[in-house]
């Protein structure tokens, strides 16, 4: 058998891996799930704190890994590679913030052909999730506005990038 740093073989690394408390999958670590499955068949709760599960299309497309956890407030699966980032070529309209469905990082590249409001939704966020915006595209006569923060709304121009996170009462905004 073959021994990894210290002495210690793969079997044992496995087995101390296995006996760590409430370690494991919530399926076997080689069935991956849609994160919608994941929230349905296995709810964020105290009997799957430490858990792990593999989803296919966390952000949409990312196959990764995500953890159960207690935040202080809530049991929240979290993924354990928070970064990841997609763009949009919205020009006008609504954007909502999906946690675990749109990317941490959130480019929006058209210009602008009326005003965005780009909103935060709380479903499935977890306390200190980021979530970073970047305006790319030109503004013209009209604005990026993020809309349902605690405390005020932010508006954001040409060539910036706000950063939102997610607290025990919801989503706040840096200006």
Do not use: H
């Amino acid at each position: 058998m073959a021994e990894v740093a210290g002495g210690v073989t793969a079997a044992q690394v496995a087995a101390m891996i296995a006996q760590s408390a409430g370690a494991g999958y919530v399926a076997s670590p080689t069935t991956t799930m849609t994160v919608a499955d994941l929230m349905t068949n296995f709810p964020p709760a105290a009997n799957y704190v430490n858990q792990y599960a593999r989803v296919s299309d966390l952000y949409g497309s990312v196959d990764d890994i995500m953890r159960c956890r207690f935040d202080g407030v809530n049991y929240r699966w979290v993924p354990q590679r928070p970064f990841f980032t997609a763009v949009t070529a919205s020009t006008s309209g609504s954007v909502s913030i999906i946690p675990l469905v749109t990317a941490p990082t959130l480019r929006l590249t058209g210009n602008l052909l009326g005003n965005i409001n780009v909103t935060p939704i709380a479903t499935n966020a977890f306390i200190g999730q980021q979530q970073r915006v970047i305006q790319e595209g030109t503004l013209g006569l009209f604005t990026t506005t993020i809309t349902g923060l605690i405390g005020s709304n932010i508006t954001l121009l040409g060539g910036n990038t706000k950063l939102l996170e997610y607290g025990p009462t919801g989503w706040f905004g840096y200006s």
